[in-house]
């Protein structure tokens, strides 16, 4: 089986080496290069990698992924698309061949789009960008989408064990994102995925009014039925009336989340960490019951750490202490510190919930 990866760069020298290496167990790796400055071309030229380089005018993520999956052979049975910031754990190849059967069209692995400053996971979901080489393109200008057009319908698989890390650059601009996006939703008006998008990225841009009107707008689409992608709309326009000072709206959007999704965690936790800036405690103690009484966590990338991490028992340990509830605080505190044994604050307020209620306050999270 001959596996090829393939990526699109620009000014990625810190990230190149490490990323070809991890990249070694495919037969053939391609880069297209897009107009680096720095040593990138060079660096990744030293490791074996064929590289491109071209510019692409005007820019558009999908043209330029286009154009890097057209650098592999035509014999090529399996395409895996990566960035230069990512690098794959050992023994990735091994496990995607067990698990490309007969007629496969796509596989999906496990991805941590992010790490905690201690080195442990952020948000993680399941990645599919691995697939057949005939059959599929590149689709948006940005936020691009790998689009089925082959006969037929795909055939996906899910790979164990096959791990994908992205390590980003804090550094790098997300500048072109937004006009792009505006470019996506005029050149497709009815995908109901840009429409999220933009309206998330104008929350990313402080337009409060924009994202409001444009997630507003998504949730009154037909197509918009993914339940996942409507209660994070929901959740979006709650921030941004909590942004705009509206706490009465920002509430009254996080229930009707709770009510889209309630198999999802995050918009418990979201109006949990509401009550806990009020202090109202009970309600503390009753969302963050909710949110841990949900045992599924979503394989998407709308799934957030901080709700499958500590903050949970974190925020209804406090919620405990300060009524009066101290065996269950302590219970809690307890729970939280299993998930994140090394915070400091969590091991600070373990001592005071030993020490009593009422003896001082506990460090807020």
């Not at 219970?331 to 600070?348: F, G, T, V, Y």
Request: net charge negative; hydrophobic share 40%; with cysteine.
């Amino acid at each position: 089986m001959k596996i090829c990866v393939y990526a699109i760069a620009k000014n990625e020298s810190k990230f190149a080496l490490r990323w070809a290496e991890s990249m070694a167990e495919a037969d053939e790796i391609y880069v297209l290069d897009t107009g680096s400055q720095d040593d990138t071309v060079s660096l990744l030229r030293s490791k074996g990698v064929h590289v491109l380089e071209a510019l692409i005018e005007p820019w558009r993520f999908d043209t330029a992924r286009n154009a890097s999956l057209e650098l592999i052979p035509q014999d090529a049975d399996i395409c895996v698309c990566t960035d230069l910031d990512e690098a794959f754990e050992p023994g990735w190849r091994v496990r995607l061949e067990d698990a490309w059967k007969e007629g496969t069209t796509r596989a999906s692995y496990r991805y941590t789009w992010n790490f905690e400053p201690d080195g442990s996971e952020d948000r993680v979901f399941w990645l599919n960008k691995a697939h057949c080489r005939h059959g599929y393109q590149w689709t948006h200008p940005v936020h691009e989408v790998l689009t089925w057009m082959g006969e037929g319908k795909e055939k996906q698989v899910t790979v164990p064990g096959m791990q994908l890390n992205h390590h980003a650059d804090p550094e790098k601009s997300r500048a072109q994102y937004l006009p792009l996006l505006e470019l996506s939703v005029q050149e497709a008006p009815d995908d109901d995925r840009n429409v999220h998008y933009l309206g998330r990225e104008y929350y990313f841009h402080g337009r409060w009014d924009d994202c409001i009107h444009t997630l507003t707008r998504h949730l009154s689409m037909p197509s918009a039925t993914w339940k996942d992608e409507r209660c994070a709309s929901m959740r979006y326009i709650a921030k941004a009336y909590r942004r705009k000072g509206d706490a009465a709206a920002a509430e009254q959007w996080l229930w009707r989340a709770m009510a889209e999704a309630p198999y999802l965690r995050e918009p418990f936790m979201d109006l949990a960490l509401e009550k806990y800036q009020q202090q109202n405690w009970e309600a503390v103690i009753y969302l963050t019951g909710l949110a841990l009484a949900i045992q599924e966590r979503s394989r998407n990338y709308i799934t957030e750490n901080t709700a499958w991490g500590s903050l949970p028992w974190d925020l209804r340990a406090l919620a405990f202490y300060y009524t009066g509830q101290m065996e269950k605080a302590d219970a809690a505190i307890r729970e939280a510190l299993k998930l994140s044994p090394q915070n400091k604050r969590l091991l600070e307020n373990q001592k005071l919930i030993e020490a009593g209620f009422g003896k001082r306050s506990l460090a807020a999270t």
